[in-house]
């Protein structure tokens, strides 16, 4: 019916009935809007103006701005602004911006530590447990289960403290990392067949990205072999400080 000759009623809630929803058809088709996301934190703390405060801080905190230092420009984030800025004044002579960033470097600086120490140790207690195990299958006779990471790939600079992991740390990985090792495998008398090609015609373009691509696959391999020859040296370096079985006795020693 069109719009000029619709009858009107006396209820504006309860309109004629040929302007009514039918029975079983939803009046908001395209159902309830959608609540706007809660920022994370926000909804475990009940998202008072304390935690909102906090959160807008963070995202100016971390807003990049730009910076002009003589004739360069760049953007960073605006605490790292502001530090230039305290720096700078420390450096004129005030002793306020001095003194504030030397607090802020020391509270950093030992929550830096703390954690370097947590991780050490952890390292550090990993490595021990993980190796008894494998210890233990191997003087059973029996082939370890695989862990990742590897306790030999656990590598902890003694002199720094530094803990790094110089292979898989998952299954998803491991098999990954198999993958790329049979692909470099596949791909070596390709490598062999351009370096060849290269010493004919060097100017050749095609052929140079060619050999950029295919020595990732061979710096994987030498890494790769890296990685296995510290494992075997490890290994036997172990095996050899392990204290040997005593040598029976000789009941009749005087016997010849």
Excluded: C, W
Excluded at 7 to 18: C, G, I, V
Excluded at 102 to 118: C, F, H, P, Q, Y
Excluded at 161 to 174: L, S, T
């Amino acid at each position: 019916m069109p719009k000029d000759r619709r009858r009107t009623s006396s209820n504006f809630r309860k309109p004629p009935a040929e302007f009514q929803y039918k029975k079983g058809e939803s009046g908001n088709p395209k159902g309830r809007p959608k609540k706007k996301p809660v920022q994370p934190g926000l909804a475990a703390l009940g998202g008072g103006i304390a935690d909102r405060v906090n959160t807008m801080a963070l995202d100016e905190a971390t807003r990049r701005v730009t910076v002009r230092e003589g004739d360069k420009v760049s953007k960073i984030p605006a605490l790292q602004a502001l530090f230039r800025t305290m720096f700078r004044a420390a450096a004129q002579g005030d002793t306020k911006a001095a003194r504030q960033l030397l607090d802020v470097i020391a509270r950093a600086e030992s929550g830096r530590v703390a954690m370097a120490t947590e991780m050490l140790k952890s390292a550090s207690e990993y490595k021990e447990k993980s190796l008894q195990f494998f210890e233990k299958y191997e003087r059973e006779g029996l082939e370890p289960p695989e862990i990742y990471p590897h306790h030999d790939d656990v590598i902890i600079d003694e002199s720094t403290g530094e803990v790094r992991v110089d292979g898989p740390m998952d299954k998803e990985q491991a098999g990954s990392r198999k993958a790329v090792r049979q692909r470099a495998f596949d791909l070596m008398p390709r490598y062999l067949e351009v370096v060849e090609a290269l010493k004919k015609d060097p100017s050749n373009r095609a052929l140079r990205r060619e050999l950029k691509e295919l020595k990732k696959y061979l710096d994987f391999l030498k890494d790769d072999s890296e990685r296995n020859t510290r494992h075997v040296a490890l290994r036997l370096s172990r095996r050899a400080l392990q204290p040997k079985p005593a040598e029976p006795e000789d009941d009749n020693p005087g016997e010849v």
